[in-house]
């Protein structure tokens, strides 16, 4: 048995739990031990490599970031089973929106869904330090639909030839669009490079223009302000029954030696994002605590939140020049922040350019095998024709979770060590199911407006994969100020153990309609901040 | 007869093979000391290039030119080459399973490579090489009658040697580009200079 000592101890080393480490490295002298299942995956010497091989093979450029044997089944889609330094962050696209003021208050303004209990005034000063420290590249929107505090920490990503002519086009269609907001270096920073625009962003930046987590690990590592257990599988928390205070956290070592290991801590965090987080606080059931920890409010596990999307592509009177920036796009906020409304929809929305429908093809519309020049000419005339430039447009449009979208614990898959894995079930709330079908219409119906204005048309258009999952899911342990309805307060403590804290995504409400890494990380730096408080 | 251009593929042929067999025995002694490697059975590489590049000259555009369509031919070998069957396949969001890749693609390519071979002499009594380029192209026709078309497959994902050939060349920065008419260069780490300008139209060598 491996015994450890900690004062603070966090689980998980994803993208949240590093920020929050960081903070809490510079805010207390107290000792910060992270676990880790997984191990490091690929070096960032060796990540050009990897990038060479993804592209000509389809290869995954991060070696073994997984357990074979710990998986989540069910509806997973927008899951990643990465256990891996650095988490899924280590692959994510690196877009980081805020999400709108509306999201904090959809019940008060709106009369569904749920409050936050705070408010986007209160997060916007951990958006912004989200933002430096990973180093966001952004450009203010509209102030009346992107406010903040602060200026962006770098300038943003240009908006290149092609996005410049679709921005123009959104424009005429009456919608502001801007350069999207991403934690990527517009400018050399950190000693990290300026993006080069290898458009790899997701699965792998061989640059370093892309944040992710293994730089602040490899940092604080190396500093000795944290120490990083890796390849450690923590399996259990215990309780005092009697204070309610989490005493130890126990596992094992994820070698074939498997040995036992049992941490001690005077405060532990749980940040293994919305599935691994409520999946241990379940397996933690014991006599005194039969349904799992932190869960007299029967909560845990529940209300999965996440979004889906519409998505088309439109072909539109104009040349572009696909591949100049693949995967850099223009957002919009404007319908985030509808003001009132007769009936509820609030969505994104991002412009691509693309080269669906300019792409090479083996034979022509009449069925003619294309071989050698006559190829190339037909590719040609397609890829350079004046009237029929691309468009992708995307609109993420939020999903109000039902209390039964849920983990619960699949007693019939273990892992190696007789665990049940958990399985996801994804329920929309009564008045997001009544919704769907008209809200998707309505987006559709944009979409359709925008194709007219620009006198193009519609090529293509489809809805998410319809009942998979959601989209950047959070939840599971939602935060709010009765104990009874809510796992965690306001800043992520248990309301059942006073020295468990809840970090990033699964605390949260619900799962707005963009991407949620840079909400994930805001909520977990306020965790922090009061971590510190808590002495 | 052989052409000048026949029995220089024909000596990379030979090279090509004289490699494989360099690298089968270098495999060998390193797999003599690797148990779990020896459980795996050796990876045959190389193509006939007399055949592949005879091949290549009927799918790949003249504007090429000889040089690069040799070019691009000796790029599809070293990438099929280089294919590890069975890594691991890029999980992101979307799935929780882990999926792999197909196993090596390159032996049934190999059989179809000769193939088309066996198919030149029953109907034209000529190997496939020998055929003028309208000839191959006719053989082709037949050979791929059932391919769907509205798009090249990736690669690995192609079922003939000669779509993958092709598709191989056509995911190229290079190949876009021609199409294009412009120097983007997509799908390769370059600069955030001069992303806000039309991209300039290629020099008249890369055309």
């Given at each position: 048995m491996r015994e450890i000592e900690t004062d603070i101890l966090i689980v998980g080393s994803g993208i949240t739990a590093a920020l929050m480490a960081l903070r809490l490295s510079e805010t207390t002298t107290r000792k910060i031990t992270v676990v880790e299942a997984g191990g490091p995956s690929t070096l960032f010497?060796?990540?050009?490599?990897?990038?060479?091989?993804?592209?000509?093979?389809?290869?995954?450029?991060?070696?073994?970031?997984h357990l074979d044997d710990q998986n989540a089944?069910?509806?997973?889609?927008?899951?990643?089973?990465?256990?891996?330094?650095?988490?899924?962050?280590?692959?994510?696209?690196?877009?980081?929106?805020?999400?709108?003021?509306?999201?904090?208050?959809?019940r008060s303004l709106y009369g569904i869904g749920d409050d936050w209990p705070f408010t986007y005034d209160e997060l916007d000063p951990f958006y912004q330090e989200a933002e430096e420290r990973m180093g966001v590249a952004g450009e203010q929107g509209p102030p009346a639909l992107d406010p903040r505090g602060k200026p962006y920490p770098l300038p943003p990503l240009p908006i290149n030839y092609n996005l410049g002519i679709l921005q123009q086009w959104a424009a005429n269609a009456g919608i502001a669009a801007w350069s999207n907001p991403s934690a990527k270096n517009s400018i050399a920073r950190d000693g990290r490079a300026q993006c080069q625009r290898c458009d790899t962003c997701y699965p792998v930046c061989p640059t370093g223009a892309k944040y992710s987590p293994d730089f602040t690990w490899d940092a604080l590592v190396a500093a000795g302000k944290v120490s990083l257990l890796t390849h450690t599988?923590?399996?259990?928390?215990?309780?005092?029954?009697?204070?309610?205070?989490?005493?130890?956290?126990?596992?094992?070592?994820?070698?074939?030696?498997?040995?036992?290991?049992?941490?001690?801590?005077?405060?532990?965090?749980?940040?293994?994002?919305?599935?691994?987080?409520?999946?241990?606080?379940?397996?933690?059931?014991?006599?005194?605590?039969?349904?799992?920890?932190?869960?007299?409010?029967?909560?845990?596990?529940?209300?999965?939140?996440?979004?889906?999307?519409?998505?088309?592509?439109?072909?539109?009177?104009?040349q572009l020049f696909p591949g100049i920036n693949v995967q850099h796009s223009l957002v919009s906020k404007q319908f985030m922040r509808p003001g009132k409304q007769s009936r509820y929809l609030r969505h994104d929305l991002r412009i691509w350019e693309s080269s669906v429908g300019s792409e090479p093809r083996l034979r022509d519309e009449h069925g003619e095998l294309l071989l050698g020049n006559a190829l190339l000419a037909d590719w040609r005339n397609r890829a350079t024709a004046t009237n029929a430039g691309t468009a992708r447009v995307r609109a993420y449009y939020d999903v109000l979770p039902h209390r039964e979208s849920r983990l619960t614990l699949h007693d019939a898959t273990q892992n190696r060590f007789g665990d049940p894995m958990p399985v996801l079930s994804f329920r929309d709330a009564p008045e997001s199911a009544a919704l769907r079908s008209w809200q998707e219409e309505q987006i559709r119906e944009l979409?359709?407006?925008?194709?007219?204005?620009?006198?193009?048309?519609?090529?293509?258009?489809?809805?998410?994969?319809?009942?998979l999952g959601q989209e950047h899911p959070a939840g599971g342990c939602r935060m709010g100020t009765d104990p009874a309805t809510s796992v965690v307060d306001s800043f992520g403590r248990a309301h059942d153990h006073e020295n468990l804290w809840v970090a990033g995504a699964p605390a949260q409400v619900s799962a707005s309609c963009c991407n949620g890494t840079l909400t994930f990380v805001a909520v977990g730096l306020r965790t922090a901040a009061a971590i510190a408080k808590s002495g | 007869m052989t052409s000048p251009q026949n029995r220089t593929s024909r000596r990379s042929f030979l090279m090509t093979a004289g490699t494989f067999a360099a690298g089968s025995l270098a495999a060998c002694e390193a797999r003599s000391a690797d148990p779990a490697a020896a459980a795996q059975p050796l990876r045959t590489t190389g193509f006939d290039r007399v055949g592949l590049d005879a091949l290549s000259d009927c799918v790949l555009p003249d504007e090429l030119g000889l040089e690069g369509r040799r070019a691009a031919t000796a790029a599809?070998?070293?990438?099929?080459?280089?294919?590890?069957?069975?890594?691991?396949?890029?999980?992101?969001?979307?799935?929780?399973?882990?999926?792999?890749?197909?196993?090596?693609?390159a032996p049934a390519w190999r059989a179809q490579l000769a193939g088309l071979d066996i198919l030149a002499r029953r109907s034209r009594r000529k190997r496939f090489a020998e055929l003028d380029t309208t000839a191959r192209r006719?053989?082709?026709?037949?050979?791929?009658?059932?391919?769907?078309?509205?798009?090249?497959?990736?690669?690995?994902?192609?079922?003939?040697?000669?779509?993958?050939?092709?598709?191989?060349?056509?995911?190229?920065?290079?190949?876009?580009?021609?199409?294009?008419?412009?120097?983007?260069?997509?799908?390769?780490?370059?600069?955030l200079n001069n992303v806000t300008t039309e991209p300039s139209s290629l020099p008249a060598s890369r055309t």
């Open positions: 010497a060796d990540r050009m490599q990897a990038r060479a091989r993804y592209m000509a093979y389809g290869e995954s450029p991060w070696k073994q970031d089944l069910g509806t997973t889609w927008g899951f990643s089973p990465s256990m891996t330094v650095g988490g899924l962050a280590m692959h994510w696209g690196g877009v980081t929106p805020r999400y709108s003021p509306e999201d904090f208050t959809l599988l923590v399996r259990r928390l215990q309780a005092d029954s009697r204070t309610g205070r989490i005493m130890r956290a126990t596992g094992n070592r994820t070698d074939p030696q498997g040995e036992p290991v049992s941490i001690s801590a005077r405060t532990f965090v749980l940040a293994g994002g919305f599935v691994w987080t409520p999946h241990l606080l379940l397996l933690s059931r014991d006599a005194s605590y039969p349904e799992g920890l932190a869960n007299r409010s029967g909560n845990v596990g529940r209300y999965l939140a996440g979004h889906r999307n519409v998505n088309a592509y439109l072909t539109l009177p104009m979409f359709r407006r925008m194709a007219k204005v620009g006198n193009g048309k519609i090529a293509r258009m489809e809805n998410s994969a319809s009942d | 599809f070998v070293a990438w099929a080459d280089g294919y590890d069957p069975v890594a691991e396949e890029m999980h992101g969001y979307g799935y929780a399973e882990i999926r792999y890749l197909p196993p090596d693609p006719d053989l082709l026709a037949v050979v791929l009658r059932r391919e769907r078309g509205d798009r090249l497959p990736a690669p690995l994902a192609a079922s003939h040697i000669a779509v993958a050939l092709l598709s191989h060349w056509a995911s190229s920065a290079a190949a876009h580009d021609l199409a294009m008419g412009r120097a983007v260069t997509p799908l390769t780490c370059r600069t």
